[in-house]
């Protein structure tokens, strides 16, 4: 291997949650792509799955110009049907979205040659398992043809490959085209999530588990196949934070190369001038609603408190956040103050509150509570949701003498959920608090953002973000210092539970300077987890990923598989 370091002129990013937002890993690669483009110095291209076709994406702006020689290639002699364009984020980086429905006829035999090359298990396969390998496998056709067609031979590739579901198209590559270096991101590993979400206590017994028989036992050979396999056999492997490196190595039985840590951009926040006008018509909406739900006429003292983001009920510890608000309810220890708790996690929601939107849209604030005052929509499965069950049976009710409420809002709040009709984030900056205290939690990007918005967070230690955290401050972090960082195991669920009713009862203690001085603090550790400080890991997993490989010169002119 040479000593002189090479740089990539070419960076291939894919998941399948390019141009498609479904969670955290969309945040992480819409947020860095300006940074990306402008530190590595490559050709930065992102490919997604082209779910849209005959739609209108508005987080895809196509370009039928661009490649178009090379997308004529493609479609005749690879048979990929690829579309391109830009990512309509902040530094509109390149984006190729795959249409990857003809290699399901192809199915059986792609299967039988991940088995023959990689010992990859499809034989358990269930779910969006054939969905995300038929992504993955035409998203590295595609990249394949277009190095055939495009790159030149003294020209550096990297392909990254996100999550288990992007992990067989990497393996293919890896195999065909050495030349072309391979990273694999594991946000989360497939078995740890599991073992979570199946009620089992992960910490406890952490150096018990075995990934392999775990994955026997929780149907999870498929997934876990891929993501072990693509572990181990890339030039480049790497996660998302220390406490997910950890798990790596006891499930997958590889240590990653790198440690990307998650960054994000302020770009969607208000300017310094409009923030306060953002935040008090933020709050002037959360309590109309409230108000019109609950038949009451609770004021701007009134202290919003608010989780949200995936419907994971123990992992994302929304179980143990309902339970403080039970211990804070009983404790008596907040005398007159108002609290109103959001619960903002999408459910299985069928319509919004018909009786709802009438008292909103007429601006009605009606003297008595609706009936079920506990959601703003209807749920198709109300009698077996877990929140408006855990609310039941702890005893909230809502009614207009409870100091305590707890309002469920099941939905995405992308400006058209028919109730507030404002984004998360039109949202988000009128609260005062933000609790997160996850079980499992590889980063935690809600809690960063609660953070960037001046909103004063409480994360755990079994957090990515909550780690760091403490590690940047040097100490336990408490809410004074702008985040909190609550210390949860797997049998401490009624101390960690008080210590969250605890931050409240601080924050109604507080003066408004001391909340003011709170708020600039949580604003402030959010600016030091901008992407300009952390896509360094990133560069350095793509640095070490060329430099490993080192199959590089003379090439066939076509490579197939």
């Known amino acids: 291997m040479s000593s002189a370091k090479r740089k990539p002129n070419y960076i291939f990013s894919v998941s399948w949650e390019v141009c498609n937002k479904i969670g955290g890993i969309y945040t992480v690669l819409s947020t860095q792509a300006k940074t990306l483009k402008e530190e590595s110095g490559a050709t930065l291209i992102y490919v997604g799955p082209d779910l849209w076709e005959g739609k209108n994406n508005p987080l895809f ?56 090359l990689f010992k990859v298990d499809s034989i358990h396969a269930y779910g969006d398992y054939d969905e995300a390998s038929m992504f993955s496998y035409t998203a590295a056709m595609a990249v394949k043809s277009f190095y055939n067609f495009n790159i030149g031979p003294n020209d550096t590739v990297v392909y990254h490959a996100h999550e288990w579901m992007c992990g067989l198209g990497a393996l293919f590559l890896k195999y065909y085209i050495p030349q072309i270096s391979t990273v694999f991101t594991t946000h989360a590993t497939s078995i740890g999530r599991s073992i979570c979400g199946n009620g089992k206590a992960l910490y406890a017994f952490f150096e018990g588990y075995n990934g392999d028989q775990m994955a026997r036992e929780l149907n999870m050979e498929a997934k876990h196949s891929i993501e072990k396999q693509t572990a181990h056999r890339v030039d480049c492997f790497t996660t998302v934070s220390d406490i997910t490196a950890r798990e790596c190595t006891q499930l997958l039985d590889k240590t990653p190369d790198v440690v990307t840590v998650n960054g994000f951009e302020d770009g969607f926040l208000p300017e310094p001038g409009k923030f306060d006008t953002a935040r008090c018509e933020a709050r002037r909406t959360i309590l109309s609603v409230a108000n019109k739900l609950f038949g009451t006429e609770w004021a701007d003292e009134t202290v919003i408190v608010a989780t949200g983001g995936r419907y994971e009920f123990r992992n994302k510890g929304i179980d143990l956040f309902l339970d403080s608000l039970r211990q804070l309810r009983d404790n008596h220890k907040t005398g007159n103050a108002h609290i109103l708790a959001l619960i903002n996690v999408p459910a299985w929601v069928m319509e919004p509150r018909r009786d709802l939107q009438d008292r909103v849209t007429m601006h009605d604030a009606g003297k008595e509570p609706l009936p079920m005052p506990l959601t703003t929509h209807w749920l198709h499965n109300m009698g077996e949701d877990n929140v408006i069950c855990t609310l039941q049976r702890m005893g909230f009710r809502n009614a207009p003498e409870d100091n305590i409420k707890v309002l469920f809002v099941p939905c995405y709040l992308d400006g058209n959920d028919g109730i507030f009709n404002k984004t998360y984030y039109d949202l988000l900056i009128g609260q005062d608090l933000a609790v997160f205290p996850s079980y499992y939690e590889p980063w935690g990007y809600t809690p960063l953002e609660s953070a960037a918005f001046k909103v004063p967070t409480v994360t755990s230690d079994l957090a990515g973000f909550g780690l760091w955290v403490n590690t940047l401050l040097g100490h336990d972090a408490e809410i004074e210092d702008g985040v909190k960082v609550v210390h949860r195991t797997d049998d401490n669920w009624n101390e960690a539970s008080a210590d969250i009713s605890l931050q409240i009862e601080k924050w109604v203690a507080m003066t408004d300077a001391e909340r003011d001085t709170v708020r600039q603090k949580a604003g402030k550790i959010a600016q030091k987890a901008l992407w300009k400080h952390f896509i360094k890991y990133y560069l350095e997993a793509y640095d070490f990923a060329v430099n490993k490989n080192d199959t590089k010169g003379d090439r066939p002119q076509l490579y197939h598989f």
């Open 61 to 116: 702006i196509e370009d039928k110009s661009l490649y178009a020689i090379w997308k004529d290639y493609a479609r005749d002699t690879d048979g990929i049907p690829v579309r391109t364009g830009y990512w309509n984020v902040p530094g509109r980086p390149i984006v190729f979205l795959v249409d990857f429905m003809a290699n399901y006829s192809l199915k059986n035999s792609i299967y039988g040659r991940a088995w023959e």
